[in-house]
Every structure is written in C-alpha cells, then in structure tokens.
C-alpha cells in the first residue's frame, strides 16, 4: 500500500512558477514509478509527467515539455513537480500516482488527493 498526499500548489500569475510536492507514505515507494497527472473543470484526468523507480527515466506531455520537471527523492518518498513558465491553460487539480511507467491512468495503482493549481492571466 502506498498513500500519497500532494502539497504545493496555489493561485499565481502567467509566467510564474510553482513546485508541486507528493509525500507517501508505505514501504514500497521505490518500487513505483510515479506520474502526475491534472484535471481541468470539465475535462478529463491528462498525463503530464512520469519518472521510473530510480529517477533515470522521464516523459512529459508535449503540452509542458520545457516548462515542467519531475524528479524524486526516494529517501524522502517525495516525487516533485517543477513548474515554470505557466499558462492558464495549466489551471487544474494536479494529481500524483504511484504504478508504472505510463502515460495513462489505468496504469496506476495508488493516487493522491489532488492540489489546486490556477494560472491568472
């Protein structure tokens, strides 16, 4: 069992920035790979990163490539999300999740609770 709890995220303006944190707890978290995922109103969960178990694989959604950067810290059980350069259109809950290395939901096991991320204009 692995719980998942996302911190980090806030109201801030076009062209700022925001790091996004994901404590677990559970004695397996490096075994996991771990994915963030967002939910804008109305639309569906979507990818937005993912990072293998040791922290040497990562894939972005095109849509932040450049912009965001995952990485872990498996002595902390923390995966992280670096945001810079927002955009409106990153206004969502942003979700982490522990399963393998995918690009898609079904492939995670575990999921956090989400934190609120609102890009101004």
């Known amino acids: 069992q692995v719980q998942l709890v996302e911190s980090g995220g806030g109201l801030v303006q076009a062209g700022g920035s925001l790091r996004l944190s994901c404590a677990a707890s559970g004695r397996t978290f490096s075994s996991y790979a771990m994915g963030w995922f967002r939910q804008a109103p109305g639309k569906e969960r979507e990818f937005v990163a993912t990072?293998?178990?040791?922290?040497?694989?990562?894939y972005y959604a095109d849509s932040v490539k450049g912009r965001f950067t995952i990485s872990r810290d498996n002595a902390k059980k923390t995966v992280y999300l670096q945001m810079i350069s927002l955009k409106p259109e990153d206004t969502a809950v942003y979700y982490c999740a522990a399963g393998r290395l995918a690009g898609i939901t079904s492939e995670y096991d575990y999921w956090g609770q989400g934190t609120q991320v609102t890009v101004s204009s």
């Open positions: 990072i293998g178990w040791r922290g040497g694989s990562t």
